[in-house]
């Protein structure tokens, strides 16, 4: 069969089906190639930012960690938390206790509050509010 030979009505409809059919493979592979890329990409983005939260959080930690090891190792809060006396207490150790906590929760911003209680079960605090004061 010669394309010559067929009508031209007739090789107008085989043009115009086989554009149809090249489009349509097209079509289905710019679909498949562009559904593929997206899924990689959104796995990557998903990826990326799982591990980055979770840089975050070990940060966090590790600086409340230090923090932490900063209070429990320093000796004055040591004195201040065993002290029974309650005027070298509130007035030698407490300033200084009460400095080195506001101290540690600038350092830190993810720390809203310190509490150190003692043997007597007293305690003191330096906590940030809503308004930004330190209360005591």
Do not use: C, W
């Not at 498949?32 to 930690?61: C, M, P, W």
């Not at 300033?95 to 079960?121: A, C, H, T, W």
């Amino acid at each position: 069969m010669q394309i010559s030979r067929v009508k031209l009505k007739h090789q107008i409809l085989l043009i115009f089906l086989f554009a149809i059919i090249l489009f349509t493979v097209m079509e289905f592979f710019f679909y498949y190639s562009f559904y593929n890329l997206t899924q990689k990409r959104a796995a990557n983005y998903g990826n990326t930012i799982i591990e980055q939260t979770r840089q975050k959080i070990d940060s966090v930690f590790n600086d409340i960690k230090v923090s932490t090891n900063i209070a429990a190792n320093n000796k004055k809060i040591q004195e201040f938390t065993i002290e029974d006396d309650n005027f070298k207490r509130d007035f030698e150790s407490g300033p200084y206790v009460i400095d080195l906590m506001e101290y540690m929760r600038f350092f830190n911003s993810y720390v809203n509050g310190i509490v150190i209680n003692d043997k007597q079960e007293r305690r003191v605090s330096s906590l940030a509010y809503v308004n930004g004061d330190v209360f005591f």
